[in-house]
C-alpha cells in the first residue's frame, strides 16, 4: 500500500486554516507598535519571518520547532549507541535561521527552547553535552549569539524520555536595502534552488511511518550501505553563510523560500501572480529517492511534501543568476540556476516532471 502524509498524520488542509485564523488576528495587533515608535512592515506577514522597521534598520524575529526528528535519533541510538543530539541540534537551528533570511535579514541571536517529558531526561551527560555543543556549533557557523532560552519539565504534557526542540531568532535587515520580501519579484526573474542535505526536518513523520513498515527498520540499509535512520540524520544546512555572501557580493535576492512543509510548493510563497517554471531538477538524495519507492508516492506527492534535494530559492535578476550559484558553490553548497519566473497564474510548473501545482495547492497566508 502506498503511504502519504495525511497517514503520517499531518494534514495541512486541517493545520493550515488555523495559521490563516491567527494571522488575521495577529495582524489587528500591529498597531500596537505604535506606543514603541515603531511599525511594521505589513508585507513580511505571510512572509517566513516578521519584520519591524526601527527607523535606521529593520528588525526581524522568527520562532520554529524540531518536529518528530528527535524521535529518530532517540530509535537511532538504540541501533549505534550514538545520541545524533549534535545533528538535530542543526536541525532545530536551521529551521529558524534557514527562514529569517528569507527576508534578508543577518541573524544575530538565537534562543533555545527544550521541553522535556521529565527532569531526568537532562541527566544523561552524553546526550546533554552533543545538544549543548551542536547548538553552540551550529551559533558559531552562522555568527550568530546564543542568548539563552528555556528548559522546562512537562511531565504529562511531553512524554516520558523525549524532548521538543525549538528556537527563536532574532536578525537584523542593515542597510534597509537589503530587505527582500518580494516587491521587486518580476517575470524574467531567474530560480537558483540551492541543495539539501536530505529530508532536513519536514517530511519525518513520513519517513517515521514508512521505518514501521520495513522489516529492519531504521536499520535498514539503502543503497550505498547507510542505514535509513543515518541518513534522516544527516543535519539540516545552514544557509545564512550564502546569504550573507551574496549581500558582500552585492546581490540583494527579488525574494528567497525556504523549501520547508509544503515541499515546492513553497516556490510560490509570494502573495503575486506569477508562473514559477522549473525546467533543471537537482538530484534526488539517495534517502528520499528511497522514501518515494518505499512508501510508493507518485510525483506530486513527493514534490508537493519534500525538499527533493531542492533546500533553499532564491529569485534573482537574471544577470546575477549564473554567479549566485557560483557563490553557493564556494560555500560547499550546490546550486543550480533551474528555472524562471513568468508572468501569468499563480502556479509552479515542473517541466521534467509534467507537473504542475496551482495556486489553489498552497494555503500559507491571508
Request: charged content about 20%; overall charge negative.
Amino acid at each position: 500500500m502506498s503511504l502519504d502524509y495525511k497517514q503520517a498524520g499531518v494534514d495541512y488542509a486541517q493545520i493550515d486554516p488555523l495559521k490563516i485564523l491567527a494571522q488575521r488576528a495577529a495582524a489587528a495587533t500591529a498597531g500596537n507598535l505604535a506606543r514603541h515608535g515603531l511599525i511594521e512592515v505589513a508585507a513580511s506577514r505571510g512572509e517566513s519571518a516578521y519584520v519591524v522597521d526601527c527607523g535606521e534598520f529593520y528588525l526581524a524575529s522568527i520562532t520554529e520547532c524540531l518536529g518528530t526528528k528527535a524521535l529518530v535519533a532517540d530509535a537511532m541510538r538504540a541501533i549505534t549507541g550514538r545520541t545524533y543530539y549534535d545533528r538535530i541540534a542543526q536541525d532545530t537551528l536551521a529551521m529558524a535561521i534557514n527562514d529569517i533570511v528569507t527576508v534578508g535579514a543577518t541573524p544575530v541571536s538565537v534562543h533555545a527552547y527544550w521541553a522535556t517529558g521529565g527532569s531526568d531526561w537532562f541527566a544523561d551527560e552524553a546526550r546533554a553535552r552533543e545538544l549543548v555543543e551542536g547548538w553552540k556549533a551550529a551559533c558559531d557557523a552562522c555568527g550568530v549569539a546564543w542568548g539563552g532560552g528555556e528548559t522546562p519539565a512537562l511531565a504529562g504534557v511531553v512524554a516520558p524520555g523525549r524532548i521538543d526542540l525549538a528556537a527563536s531568532c532574532v536578525g537584523i535587515v542593515r542597510p534597509k536595502s537589503r530587505l527582500t520580501l518580494g516587491e521587486k519579484l518580476a517575470a524574467g526573474d531567474a530560480i537558483v534552488l540551492l541543495a539539501s542535505s536530505g529530508i532536513h526536518a519536514n517530511g519525518v513523520s513520513l519517513a517515521r511511518k514508512l521505518a514501521e513498515r520495513l522489516p529492519d527498520g531504521y536499520a535498514t540499509k539503502l543503497g550505498d550501505g547507510t542505514l535509513y535512520g543515518e541518513a534522516l540524520l544527516a543535519p539540516t544546512v545552514l544557509y545564512s553563510p550564502v546569504t550573507e555572501a551574496l549581500a558582500a557580493a552585492g546581490i540583494v535576492p527579488h525574494y528567497c523560500a525556504n523549501v520547508t512543509g509544503h515541499g515546492w510548493r513553497k516556490l510560490m510563497r509570494h502573495p503575486g501572480a506569477f508562473t514559477y517554471r522549473i525546467h533543471t531538477l537537482p538530484p534526488v538524495p539517495p534517502v528520499l529517492q528511497f522514501i518515494q519507492r518505499e512508501a510508493q508516492i507518485d510525483a506530486r506527492e513527493a514534490y508537493g511534501n519534500l525538499n527533493m534535494g531542492a533546500g533553499f530559492a532564491l529569485y534573482v535578476a537574471a544577470e546575477d543568476a549564473e554567479r549566485a550559484a557560483q557563490i553557493a558553490r564556494a560555500h560547499a553548497i550546490d546550486a543550480w540556476v533551474a528555472g524562471r519566473v513568468e508572468a501569468g497564474a499563480k502556479q509552479v510548473v515542473i517541466e521534467p516532471l509534467a507537473l504542475t501545482f496551482g495556486g489553489e495547492d498552497l494555503h500559507v497566508r491571508l
